[in-house]
């Protein structure tokens, strides 16, 4: 994996990165889940992920070179961001640092929208 996408200049010396959907690399995973990746190995990894409800999701990792940022977009997801476990549900944001140990799943279904487990 590591999509380039179309770098569209800026008018300042720097480039952008444009990423059209139909562009993404996209894998389907267990419990109805897909991993649509983006953007991988600059400054940030970008992916769209679908979990189906008591999904795994990615296991503990950690990035030396990118950023990442999850939005849910809906329902709750779960983080472990180094030693801390985090529910975050629609709407919310996490940005992990580079370094920073990380791991996401979805809950259970049925499971309580809480702020943290």
Request: hydrophobic share 40%.
């Amino acid at each position: 994996m590591g999509h380039q996408g179309h770098l569209a200049g800026t008018g300042g010396g720097a480039a952008a990165l444009v990423v059209r959907a139909a562009d993404a690399e996209e894998v389907p995973l267990p419990h109805s889940g897909a991993f649509r990746l983006l953007a991988d190995g600059g400054a940030a990894g970008v992916n769209r992920l679908s979990l189906g409800a008591g999904s795994a999701g990615a296991p503990h990792h950690f990035h030396t070179r990118s950023t990442e940022l999850f939005y849910v977009l809906g329902g709750a997801a779960d983080f472990r961001l180094g030693t801390e476990a985090v529910r975050v549900t629609e709407g919310g944001l996490v940005l992990v640092p580079r370094g920073c140990r990380t791991r996401s799943a979805r809950p259970p279904a049925g499971a309580p929208n809480s702020s943290s487990c």
